[in-house]
């Protein structure tokens, strides 16, 4: 049975600022050299539906259509979610994050509830750490990334994810008491020493899960 591997997310799942393409790009390499190697068996097809500037909302809206153009019979679908960066973000007019907590769990939940139908190997993958270059942001005036919500909203996915069954990667956490500037490009995008290390984190937990 061969495996399709969807992943939602932003610019950092896309896989701005890293030269190799960011961790996707960078899991999709390992996927691709493990199947020529073993003289084509497929280990897994990989997606990489990372959309610049999407909070969960606009997962939700696209979810379905994306998945669904991209099954196939007797094929096993895993569907990783990069979600949240954007929620977080601090609104000075608002004074508040964009999203709130309690939406955010919501949207998080109704996610999950949707992936269940095409899947039974749901992964949620939490963020690195983001540092004073954002705060505010340079390109988004009114606006900034701050690590208090961003650890808020990491419980959140924790606690979801727990709650409905599904895999859960923690990153915020496991970087925070670390020297976690040098991995991003920006204050928010991970650099290519960055992608390296969320790339190994999450090829690893794979892995060790035999999800791949």
Request: proline letters at 3%; glycine letters at 8%; a neutral charge.
């Given at each position: 049975?061969?495996?399709?591997?969807?992943?939602?997310?932003?610019?950092?799942?896309?896989?701005?600022?890293?030269?190799?393409?960011?961790?996707?790009?960078?899991?999709?390499?390992?996927?691709?050299?493990?199947?020529?190697?073993?003289?084509?068996?497929?280990?897994?097809?990989?997606?990489?539906?990372?959309?610049?500037?999407?909070?969960?909302?606009?997962?939700?809206?696209?979810?379905?259509?994306?998945?669904?153009?991209?099954?196939?019979?007797?094929?096993?679908?895993?569907?990783?979610?990069?979600?949240?960066?954007?929620?977080?973000?601090?609104?000075?007019?608002?004074n508040s994050t964009e999203v709130s907590p309690e939406q955010f769990g919501k949207n998080l939940k109704l996610l999950l509830d949707k992936a269940k139908i095409y899947?039974?190997?749901?992964?949620?993958?939490?963020?690195?750490?983001?540092?004073?270059?954002?705060?505010?942001?340079?390109?988004?005036?009114?606006?900034?990334?701050?690590?208090?919500?961003?650890?808020?909203?990491?419980?959140?996915?924790?606690?979801?994810?727990?709650?409905?069954?599904?895999?859960?990667?923690?990153?915020?956490?496991?970087?925070?008491?670390?020297?976690?500037?040098?991995?991003?490009?920006?204050?928010?995008?991970?650099?290519?020493?960055?992608?390296?290390?969320?790339?190994?984190?999450?090829?690893?937990?794979?892995?060790?899960?035999?999800?791949?």
């Open positions: 049975m061969d495996k399709h591997i969807l992943v939602f997310g932003t610019s950092i799942t896309y896989g701005a600022w890293d030269s190799e393409g960011g961790w996707v790009a960078r899991l999709r390499k390992f996927l691709d050299k493990k199947t020529i190697s073993s003289n084509y068996k497929n280990y897994g097809l990989i997606y990489n539906l990372g959309v610049d500037g999407d909070k969960t909302e606009d997962v939700l809206k696209r979810f379905e259509p994306e998945t669904k153009a991209r099954l196939e019979p007797g094929n096993e679908t895993i569907v990783i979610f990069h979600v949240g960066i954007n929620d977080i973000i601090f609104n000075d007019k608002l899947s039974k190997k749901i992964i949620l993958v939490s963020y690195m750490p983001v540092d004073k270059r954002v705060d505010p942001i340079p390109w988004s005036p009114g606006r900034s990334y701050k690590n208090e919500f961003l650890g808020e909203f990491d419980k959140i996915m924790a606690s979801v994810s727990k709650n409905e069954g599904a895999h859960f990667i923690e990153v915020f956490k496991k970087f925070i008491d670390s020297d976690y500037s040098s991995l991003l490009a920006d204050g928010v995008h991970m650099n290519d020493k960055g992608h390296k290390k969320l790339y190994e984190l999450v090829r690893d937990y794979l892995l060790r899960e035999k999800i791949i």
